[in-house]
């Protein structure tokens, strides 16, 4: 049988999951994305949430390539994009927690990876300058050293999470990262096809597409209070979802659930674990 075909078959149920959070994923993309494409000031004037949308965005397309991808039994490719999404969420959470944050983790954004030197001349360029406004950074030297030690993912995650969700955070982080590393262990993502296997994808798949609802949601409480972002059906649509992925079990959660955060979630975590 089609390899296609059997994963269909086998997990047909998880299939109609998927489809409905893809779904309402693009259409609440387009809808969110009218907002700001009707009014680029608007996007200029509340760019912590249009950075989150964006990452709602890119994150959309690899839930949707990594669907793609699992149904052809091709893991390892399904798994190293499900990673980028995984980072992404505590990332869109503490954006949207930290609002006035946003000048400096666009600059992480834009230095990660260069030399010092290099990550200096790129904070002076004209187009940064720009971008920003002429606003000053202060000494450039000591202002990439402090980037350096903040704004990357466990940084994220130990600031938005008690210490015993980033231990499951953490963990489940090193499984994904060996399909993204030159590590042998990828080989067990290439293996023949697994039913059990391929049903924890399209599990991880159905939790990652609902937190990444739930963390662009979050981080657009101006845009409800002014009553331009959907919320009758994102509400309808997340207590639907949310009933659905509850009673398949399995179900880890990336709530955040730090003391100092956690009464500042639009959408909370049920009262009954998911587990």
Known sequence: ????????????????????LL????????????????????????????FVHGLFSLNLLSLYASFMTSQQNLLHQTVT????????????????????EIR?????????????EDAINSLKSNKTLDFFENKELGDLKIFVKELGHKYYF????????????????????????ISSHSSVARKQY???????????????????SFFNILAQANGH???????????A?????????????????KMSSLFPDHPEIINKLIISPPRAPWH
Do not use: C
Request: glycine share 4%; aromatic share 12%; proline share 2%.
């Open 1 to 20: 049988m089609n390899i296609e075909l059997k994963t269909i078959q086998d997990h047909l149920h998880h299939h109609q999951i998927i489809e409905d």
């Open 23 to 50: 779904g309402f994923q693009f259409w609440l993309n387009n809808k969110v994305a009218d907002v700001y494409n009707a009014d680029m000031e608007y996007s200029k004037n509340h760019m912590s949430a249009a």
């Open 81 to 100: 994009n499900l990673r980028t999404i995984y980072e992404s969420i505590p990332k869109m959470y503490y954006i949207s927690f930290f609002p006035n």
């Open 104 to 116: 400096d983790i666009l600059l992480k954004d834009q230095i990660v990876g260069k030399s010092d």
């Open 154 to 177: 466990k940084w994220f995650v130990r600031k938005i999470y008690s210490e015993s969700q980033i231990k499951q955070l953490e963990s489940t982080f090193g499984l994904l990262s």
């Open 190 to 208: 290439a293996s023949g096809y697994e039913k059990e296997e391929t049903g924890d994808i399209f599990e991880l798949i159905e939790l990652l």
């Open 221 to 231: 409480k101006e845009m409800m209070d002014e009553r331009k972002y959907p919320i």
């Open 233 to 249: 059906e994102l509400t309808e649509f997340v207590e639907k979802i949310r009933g659905v992925l509850a009673k398949d079990g």
